[in-house]
């Protein structure tokens, strides 16, 4: 059983930045790929990057160049560096394990992109 807690969300002005970690329970992170997703309200969960547990990364076009996620498996965290940040971006942001076949979630971190 894999457990994720998100942190990081918050009220930021467009054009601002915001760090959102999730650290994930468990000693196979390193084994894990991982990943962030969101969703806004009255939409339906999208991703938004994900990396796997080479490092390989992936973006949506919507933050691509916006947006790094990375990793720290000595500390069991997958962090995503939000910069540039638009009020489109604003949604619950969740992170995702997929290790050996299953799938976790986070319980979500708001982000409101506001002025």
């Known amino acids: 059983q894999v457990q994720l807690v998100e942190s990081g969300g918050g009220l930021v002005q467009p054009g601002g930045s915001l760090r959102l970690s999730c650290v994930a329970s468990?000693?196979?992170?390193?084994?894990?790929?991982m990943g962030w997703y969101r969703q806004a309200p009255g939409k339906q969960r999208e991703l938004v990057a994900r990396?796997?547990?080479?490092?390989?990364?992936t973006y949506a076009d919507s933050v691509q160049g916006r947006f790094t996620i990375s990793r720290d498996n000595a500390k069991n965290t997958v962090y995503l560096q939000m910069n540039s940040l638009k009020p489109e971006d604003t949604a619950v942001y969740y992170c995702?394990?997929?290790?050996?076949?299953?799938?976790?979630w986070g319980q979500g971190t708001q982000v409101t992109v506001s002025s």
């Open positions: 468990g000693s196979d992170y390193s084994a894990a790929n």
């Open positions: 990396i796997s547990r080479g490092g390989t990364t």
């Open positions: 995702n394990s997929v290790l050996r076949f299953s799938v976790y």
